[in-house]
């Protein structure tokens, strides 16, 4: 076989790295303010952050740079729902989360108070649970690391934080109380009694 004209410069496949589920300190890297997606009336603030410390910082830095594609995309991301102003029930709720989130800010970044100017929250410290999330996307099955909810610096670097479960997708129907429904013409016998 003739050795093919561009396989020394070729860049092959690595393996993908995943992050761990824990608790991380992350940091603000960039904000945007994103306008309502189709069939949306909300905007979004798209906080980009990566891992600020211990074993896994600049996590998100090093799986950018090692994407090889035209379309990269940076997957360290928290998307928080701007409230609508129009006194709905689920924009109380809205309101309730971003204000937490904005507490949440204040708390591990000492002096810092926020003034409604997002380009303020680059550089600023909150704590992550991550968890893993099950996922089901053109043929393709696995499981992703997913910041399921954010807490204080403090919290993550005393280790005093409990992680959430890990999120699976909804294949079978359960009763209120949990048990799944089976049919009653299954034929296999039952691992119990």
Same mark, same amino acid.
């Given at each position: 076989? /003739?050795?093919?004209?561009?396989?020394?410069?070729?860049?092959?496949?690595?393996?993908?790295? =995943?992050?761990?589920?824990? !608790?991380?300190?992350?940091?603000?890297? $960039?904000?945007?303010?994103?306008?309502?997606? %189709?069939?949306?009336?909300?905007? =979004?603030?798209?906080?980009? +952050?990566? @891992?600020?410390?211990?074993? $896994?910082?600049?996590?998100?830095? /090093?799986? *950018?740079? !090692?994407?090889?594609?035209?379309?990269?995309?940076?997957?360290?991301? *928290?998307?928080?729902? @701007?409230?609508?102003?129009? !006194? %709905?029930?689920?924009?109380?709720?809205?309101?309730?989360?971003?204000? &937490? +989130?904005?507490?949440? @800010?204040?708390?591990? #970044?000492?002096?810092? $108070?926020?003034?409604?100017?997002?380009? &303020?929250?680059?550089?600023?410290?909150?704590?992550?649970?991550? #968890?893993?999330?099950? *996922?089901?996307?053109?043929?393709?099955?696995? +499981?992703?690391? #997913?910041?399921? =909810? &954010? &807490?204080?610096?403090?919290? @993550?670097?005393?280790?005093?934080?409990?992680?959430?479960?890990? /999120? *699976?997708?909804?294949? /079978?129907?359960?009763?209120?109380?949990?048990?799944?429904?089976?049919?009653?013409?299954?034929?296999?016998?039952?691992?119990?009694?």
């Amino acid at each position: 076989m /003739q050795p093919l004209k561009n396989y020394e410069q070729t860049e092959a496949y690595t393996e993908f790295q =995943r992050l761990p589920a824990g !608790g991380y300190v992350l940091k603000i890297l $960039h904000v945007e303010i994103t306008e309502p997606y %189709s069939g949306d009336r909300c905007r =979004r603030m798209l906080i980009s +952050f990566d @891992i600020a410390e211990g074993d $896994h910082a600049d996590f998100y830095k /090093q799986q *950018y740079a !090692g994407q090889t594609g035209e379309d990269k995309k940076w997957k360290g991301v *928290y998307r928080l729902t @701007i409230p609508n102003d129009d !006194g %709905s029930e689920d924009d109380n709720k809205r309101y309730r989360r971003f204000k &937490t +989130f904005m507490n949440l @800010i204040e708390d591990c #970044n000492a002096g810092y $108070h926020w003034a409604w100017m997002e380009e &303020t929250l680059k550089g600023k410290l909150f704590g992550g649970l991550f #968890n893993n999330k099950e *996922y089901d996307y053109q043929g393709r099955h696995g +499981f992703f690391t #997913n910041l399921a =909810r &954010t &807490t204080t610096v403090e919290k @993550i670097r005393s280790g005093e934080f409990e992680l959430p479960e890990d /999120q *699976y997708l909804k294949t /079978q129907q359960a009763d209120i109380n949990g048990f799944v429904n089976l049919p009653d013409d299954i034929d296999e016998e039952l691992p119990f009694k």
